[in-house]
């Protein structure tokens, strides 16, 4: 199966080589990784995220209802403002990473991660606000994510962007098309998500890259993300391991605990009470030839002790070669050896955070 979003067609104008995420035929690279990568860092570039979903909650229980399912706590924000979170069934098996916009009182938009079908939150929501006073629906968005130091001066005059605050959002147009403005990304830059209606998304593509010509912005495909989220410590699906919870993914923050009720509560409280079990952490290689794929397995002496969930890439900036895996809690310190195996012979790797860049945020919040 593959799919495609609205922005199919420019991506191969402008050259893109394509790769497959999660049945989304989506850009890997344009002209180089490299260049693409430098673009966000020092300057600007632009990604198409139309493959996520988002998914729209209005009505007056909307806000009760999405307590009850986040593990985050809507009462850190207000309206305008946009959180970070994960929705978890009451067992706290994960279920998705989201970020909630709260766009009114009464209105929110959940934009949640790849989804072949861009419906499985829907049913979810469906199923468990059934009988309350709700309204669940497909958004039917595209959009375009423009990330780097410079978006904000790219995007100033024509979005008016300067005094939006890091996770805000607001409604707007841009060259007369409807648009919502994010200020979020996921690459540890300043940056900021536009939305559109499908229909639009020739015309959101062209004013964009129009715009972006002032600070030589680049559009940016997969293989750059990669190199720019694993450096951050921004995790992608494969990291929300088997058995995981935002405890053992190092999510802890966007846990409250103060809530007195929300799905997962009572089996988290246990977690953190009783210990954990496994934890993700970063891992370090020293030989930058060996590139361990998820799954690949981790040992201490002859006994497995954990697996790989984000291969290991040589990040520019940190000048470091870097992945992710979950490990049993007693090998999670870092500085902790460890070895995988690679072609068939032991390779050692160092466990780490998996936090390497900018740990602080200054960069995005900037």
């Known amino acids: 199966m593959k799919l495609f979003t609205p922005f199919h067609d420019l991506h191969l104008a402008h050259g893109a080589r394509m790769q497959s995420v999660r049945h989304w035929w989506m850009p890997s690279f344009y002209s180089s990784v490299d260049e693409e990568y430098a673009a966000v860092r020092q300057r600007a570039g632009v990604v198409d995220y139309s493959f996520q979903s988002a998914i729209e909650v209005r009505g007056r229980d909307a806000y009760a209802c999405l307590q009850k399912v986040i593990v985050n706590d809507l009462d850190r924000i207000q309206p305008g403002r946009a959180i970070y979170t994960n929705i978890v ?99 540890g830059e300043l940056g900021f998500e536009v939305y559109a209606r499908p229909e639009h998304a020739r015309r959101l593509w062209e004013s964009l890259h129009e715009l972006g010509r002032k600070v030589d912005m680049l559009p940016y495909g997969f293989a750059a993300t990669a190199l720019l989220a694993v450096e951050k410590g921004l995790l992608a699906p494969f990291d929300f391991y088997p058995g995981s919870t935002p405890l053992e993914l190092g999510l802890d923050w966007t846990v409250a605990f103060r809530k007195p009720s929300f799905h997962g509560r009572d089996e988290l409280e246990r977690r953190r009470t009783q210990g954990l079990l496994t934890r993700l952490v970063g891992f370090e290689c020293e030989d930058h030839g060996v590139v361990a794929a998820p799954g690949t397995r981790l040992y201490r002496g002859a006994r497995p002790v954990g697996s790989v969930t984000h291969r290991n890439l040589y990040g520019p900036t940190i000048r470091r070669n870097v992945g992710r895996a979950w490990v049993e809690s007693a090998f999670a310190t870092p500085g902790e050896v460890l070895e995988l195996e690679y072609l068939g012979e032991r390779r050692p790797v160092t466990v780490s955070g998996y936090r390497h860049y900018d740990a602080a945020g200054v960069r995005m919040r900037a």
């Open 89 to 187: 069934e009451p067992t706290a098996r994960f279920v998705d990473e989201v970020v909630i916009f709260w766009m009114e009182q009464d209105r929110f938009i959940i934009n949640g991660g790849p989804d072949p079908r861009k419906a499985h939150l829907l049913v979810l929501f469906e199923e468990w606000f059934s009988g309350r006073d709700v309204k669940v629906s497909d958004l039917q968005s595209c959009f375009l994510s423009v990330q780097g130091p410079r978006s904000r001066e790219m995007l100033a005059d024509a979005l008016g962007v300067d005094s939006m605050p890091f996770m805000s959002v607001r409604e707007d147009r841009l060259d007369g098309v409807p648009v919502l403005v994010a200020r979020a990304g996921y690459s």
